[in-house]
């Protein structure tokens, strides 16, 4: 009988232990970004808080494959200027992953620089070019 009750001990320690660490996940709580206009200039800022498109949007960027510490330069404005918001602890502040979007229509494909920690790039086949595009309702 007593080990039978330090076993289940044990076990609800560890399946306590387990969902703690699975509980520290970071979870997108909005998403901010602006759009360039045809005469230049950047339109007013978008926010998306809806959980749905938010789930979305880190499905999509889970599949991103990134190419780590490349200074990249583009030679005209990003399309797209986007900034993501994770809450990373309960009761912190948020931490902002912001990224700059161009979309190359003559080879359907899109651009990411995310300027966070370490300089990341990322070319975006078609298929998610064209979901991207979608999410952010960007229009060419």
Same mark, same amino acid.
């Given at each position: 009988?007593?080990?039978?009750? %330090?076993?289940?001990?044990? %076990?609800?320690?560890?399946?306590?232990?387990? %969902?703690?660490?699975? +509980?520290?996940?970071?979870?997108?709580?909005?998403?901010?970004?602006?759009?360039?206009?045809?005469?230049?200039?950047?339109?007013?800022?978008?926010?998306?808080?809806?959980?749905?498109? %938010?789930?979305?949007?880190?499905?999509?960027?889970?599949?991103?494959?990134?190419?780590?510490?490349?200074?990249?330069?583009?030679?005209?404005?990003?399309?797209?200027?986007?900034?993501?918001?994770?809450?990373?602890?309960?009761?912190?502040?948020?931490?902002?992953?912001?990224?700059?979007?161009?979309?190359?229509?003559?080879?359907?494909?899109?651009?990411?620089?995310?300027? +966070?920690?370490?300089?990341?790039?990322?070319?975006? +086949?078609?298929?998610?070019?064209?979901?991207?595009?979608?999410?952010?309702?960007?229009?060419?």
């Amino acid at each position: 009988m007593r080990k039978r009750c %330090l076993v289940g001990f044990v %076990l609800i320690l560890l399946v306590c232990t387990l %969902l703690g660490c699975i +509980n520290k996940q970071k979870n997108l709580t909005r998403m901010e970004y602006i759009k360039m206009s045809a005469n230049g200039t950047y339109s007013d800022t978008e926010i998306v808080t809806d959980k749905k498109k %938010l789930v979305k949007i880190e499905r999509f960027f889970s599949k991103i494959k990134w190419e780590e510490n490349v200074a990249v330069k583009s030679k005209r404005i990003a399309d797209i200027k986007a900034t993501l918001f994770y809450e990373e602890e309960k009761n912190m502040p948020e931490k902002l992953y912001e990224y700059e979007i161009w979309f190359h229509n003559d080879i359907n494909k899109a651009v990411l620089i995310g300027d +966070n920690d370490k300089q990341s790039y990322a070319m975006l +086949n078609e298929k998610l070019s064209k979901e991207l595009e979608e999410l952010l309702n960007y229009e060419k």
